[in-house]
């Protein structure tokens, strides 16, 4: 059999398989359109508008009622009297700073204002003679007037030399640091640490103890001062009143002041457990909530195609969950086969709840 006969036996056998893929386009025999892979069937429901009286939880932590600085009025060594969580009454001595150079300076001033006293005794002496030489005809007015500008610098040195003894007295009188009112030592500086003069060298706190809540901004309408509230911490549960409500905040939480009649550690963490006035929001079947990136989500229809929408869940209903994010009652939230989606994705609505 010779190699032509074999070549138009092999051409005659794949020949009708060329004329099938010839007369039917390849890309519709082999491939399922995109489309079709993508498509979910899911039921979809409308959320339930409505409005509940719910409980949020915060975090907080506790401080002191009151917390007043203490601020050195001298330079110098510091040497404490008190140590930390003492408790001190107003006016008690909690500690001294010492500058030795600044008693060496002290005796300087006081050395130089005897001598200065001397020599004005010595210069008024001179002046007296001076005048009677004067009358005498011994001396002339210039010698008079001389005399006088040296009395006069001389009274001057000594006028300087008391405001310097003075302010020097003033920061000695400074050296002891008392306490401006009662309450509990919460730092203090270290012995012999140098200070400056204004500076901190003590913190008092009050024995009485205030709870700072943080809470979510959206939460602050439905909250109210003089509002009771519960505490939970390791040490047990107590009973609060919310007194202030802070204008400002230093993050993206509002600081909301309550107090206590305990008195609990400064420093501890609580977990505050706050009733809400009646808060407007919806109601959704818990099977149409999925986790993406750690966090609820619901998938919302418009013209066949699933949008994910990340909510924030107020309250558990078992079946139900009550959410207050923006919705409309419009809304077609996926239902069934929400698991499957993806933000996106094409969907064909079987049943509509």
Same mark, same amino acid.
Do not use: C
């Given at each position: 059999?010779?190699?032509?006969?074999?070549?138009?036996? *092999?051409?005659?056998?794949?020949?009708?398989?060329?004329?099938?893929?010839?007369?039917?386009?390849?890309?519709?025999?082999?491939?399922?359109?995109?489309?079709?892979?993508?498509?979910?069937?899911?039921?979809?429901?409308?959320?339930?508008r409505t409005n509940k009286r719910i409980t949020i939880e915060a975090r907080g932590i506790v401080e002191a009622q009151e917390s007043i600085s203490v601020n050195s009025l001298s330079d110098g060594v510091f040497h404490p009297k008190?140590?930390?969580?003492?408790?001190?009454?107003?006016?008690?001595?909690?500690?001294?700073?010492?500058?030795?150079?600044?008693?060496?300076?002290?005796?300087?001033?006081?050395?130089?204002?005897?001598? *200065?006293?001397?020599?004005?005794?010595?210069?008024?002496?001179?002046?007296?003679?001076?005048?009677?030489?004067?009358?005498?005809?011994?001396?002339?007015?210039?010698?008079?007037?001389?005399?006088?500008?040296?009395?006069?610098?001389?009274? *001057?040195?000594?006028?300087?030399?008391?405001?310097? %003894?003075?302010?020097?007295?003033?920061?000695?009188?400074?050296?002891?640091?008392?306490?401006?009112?009662?309450?509990?030592?919460?730092?203090?500086?270290?012995?012999?640490?140098?200070?400056?003069?204004?500076?901190?060298?003590?913190?008092?706190?009050?024995?009485?103890?205030?709870?700072?809540?943080?809470?979510?901004?959206?939460?602050?309408?439905?909250?109210?001062?003089?509002?009771? $509230?519960?505490? %939970?911490?390791?040490?047990?549960?107590?009973?609060?009143?919310?007194?202030?409500?802070?204008?400002?905040s230093s993050s993206n939480l509002v600081e909301i002041i309550a107090k206590i009649k305990e008195s609990l550690p400064i420093g501890l963490s609580v977990e505050a457990k706050i009733e809400m006035s009646r808060l407007n929001g919806?109601?959704?079947?818990?099977?149409?909530?999925?986790?993406?990136?750690?966090?609820?989500?619901?998938?919302?229809?418009?013209?066949?195609?699933?949008?994910?929408?990340? $909510?924030? $869940?107020?309250?558990?209903?078992?079946?139900?969950?009550?959410?207050?994010?923006?919705?409309?009652?419009?809304?077609?939230?996926?239902?069934?086969?929400?698991?499957?989606?993806?933000?996106?994705?094409?969907?064909? $609505?079987?049943?509509?709840?």
């Amino acid at each position: 059999m010779n190699s032509s006969f074999v070549f138009i036996l *092999l051409l005659s056998a794949f020949l009708p398989v060329f004329l099938f893929f010839e007369n039917n386009d390849i890309s519709n025999t082999l491939q399922v359109p995109k489309e079709k892979l993508l498509h979910v069937k899911i039921d979809v429901v409308s959320p339930k508008r409505t409005n509940k009286r719910i409980t949020i939880e915060a975090r907080g932590i506790v401080e002191a009622q009151e917390s007043i600085s203490v601020n050195s009025l001298s330079d110098g060594v510091f040497h404490p009297k008190v140590t930390t969580a003492t408790y001190v009454k107003k006016a008690e001595l909690i500690g001294i700073v010492t500058n030795p150079m600044r008693e060496h300076d002290i005796d300087t001033i006081n050395s130089r204002i005897k001598l *200065l006293n001397a020599d004005i005794d010595i210069e008024e002496k001179k002046m007296k003679s001076i005048e009677e030489m004067l009358r005498l005809g011994m001396l002339s007015k210039n010698d008079l007037l001389s005399q006088e500008s040296s009395l006069k610098s001389k009274k *001057l040195l000594l006028v300087e030399a008391k405001h310097r %003894l003075q302010r020097f007295k003033l920061f000695k009188n400074s050296e002891k640091i008392h306490a401006p009112k009662n309450g509990y030592i919460d730092s203090i500086s270290a012995d012999g640490e140098y200070i400056q003069y204004g500076s901190n060298v003590a913190t008092i706190t009050s024995g009485k103890t205030v709870v700072r809540i943080f809470l979510d901004p959206k939460y602050v309408n439905n909250i109210r001062a003089s509002q009771d $509230i519960k505490l %939970l911490t390791p040490q047990g549960s107590f009973n609060a009143k919310l007194s202030s409500i802070l204008p400002k905040s230093s993050s993206n939480l509002v600081e909301i002041i309550a107090k206590i009649k305990e008195s609990l550690p400064i420093g501890l963490s609580v977990e505050a457990k706050i009733e809400m006035s009646r808060l407007n929001g919806w109601v959704i079947p818990k099977d149409s909530i999925v986790i993406k990136q750690n966090r609820a989500a619901v998938y919302i229809v418009k013209e066949s195609i699933a949008h994910i929408r990340f $909510i924030s $869940i107020q309250k558990d209903m078992i079946d139900r969950v009550f959410i207050n994010d923006d919705l409309n009652k419009e809304d077609k939230i996926a239902f069934k086969n929400s698991y499957m989606l993806h933000d996106g994705m094409r969907v064909e $609505i079987l049943d509509e709840k």
